[in-house]
């Protein structure tokens, strides 16, 4: 995604909202969810567009230094509470 390469995710737990609008996003139980979106990206070119634009937009909002910036958030407030 940070790339620019499209990305197919699935539509479970904590991935539509990493992914944003930057995905397709699929059931990942259901073969035929994830050929479609494959052939879609492969046979549609705006959608592949879209998806190389939007990565790495979408990308740019995590890095590994807000991570450990707000796990020690985190940190601090249970800290605190005791």
Not at 15 to 24: D, T
Not at 28 to 55: W, Y
Request: aromatic content about 4%; overall charge positive; charged content about 25%.
């Amino acid at each position: 995604m940070a790339l620019g390469v499209p990305v197919i995710t699935s539509n479970v737990s904590s991935m539509p909202e990493i992914a944003g609008k930057a995905a397709l996003l699929i059931d990942p139980t259901n073969v035929e969810s994830m050929a479609r979106a494959m052939r879609d990206i492969l046979l549609k070119p705006e959608i592949a567009k879209r998806l190389h634009d939007a990565g790495p937009k979408q990308a740019a909002q995590f890095s590994w230094s807000k991570c450990a910036e707000q796990t020690m958030d985190v940190y601090k407030k249970v800290v605190g509470k005791k």
